[in-house]
């Protein structure tokens, strides 16, 4: 298991540490790259985000190589594709491309899995709550596009046009 902690949330290290903690009791190798580097309070946007891509497929590379994995696997699901469709049209991103993930993908020389990319939130925790698989709240921030998006327009959206606008936002990934 690879685990990147950005340090930009009070709770990320206690939450790598909870992972790295869940990881070792099952006995999965466990590899933290943790984000010293740059702060997202003080780093401009652009520079911040290059910069920190960067060091995590760098990271995911070296760690590729040293146990000879042909992939890494990523947790990403139904709704991590709606918000990228979102934020992918905000930012006038191609329509080719306006998914901007897939299930098999190659990025800075790492080749990546998402082998959840089809399966929405709400059953991803229903098989950890069958299967006894902890997990932890997800505290992004308001301060953050992402958290906006999650805890206000997203809901905006819903109570506008109904959850059925979720699957729209899929097949324009598609």
């Not at 652009?46 to 994995?69: H, M, N, P």
């Not at 709606?82 to 491309?97: A, G, K, P, Y």
């Not at 399966?119 to 596009?145: C, L, N």
Request: with cysteine; aromatic share 10%; net charge negative.
């Amino acid at each position: 298991a690879i685990h990147i902690d950005y340090t930009n949330r009070p709770e990320s290290t206690a939450e790598a540490d909870f992972v790295e903690r869940w990881c070792g009791e099952q006995g999965i190798r466990f590899e933290r790259r943790t984000i010293t580097e740059y702060r997202r309070a003080t780093t401009p946007r652009e520079l911040y985000e290059r910069a920190t891509r960067d060091i995590r497929f760098g990271f995911y590379r070296e760690v590729l190589d040293r146990y000879g994995a042909p992939a890494v696997m990523f947790g990403h699901h139904q709704g991590d594709l709606q918000e990228n469709v979102i934020c992918n049209l905000m930012r006038r991103t191609q329509l080719l491309d306006i998914a901007g993930m897939r299930e098999d993908d190659h990025i800075q020389d790492v080749d990546i899995w998402r082998p959840l990319l089809p399966h929405v939130k709400a059953e991803i925790f229903a098989f950890a709550h069958a299967y006894g698989v902890p997990y932890t709240k997800d505290t992004t921030g308001q301060w953050s596009t992402r958290g906006s998006m999650r805890n206000r327009l997203m809901p905006l959206l819903t109570d506008m046009y109904g959850s059925g606008y979720l699957d729209n936002l899929s097949s324009l990934a598609k």
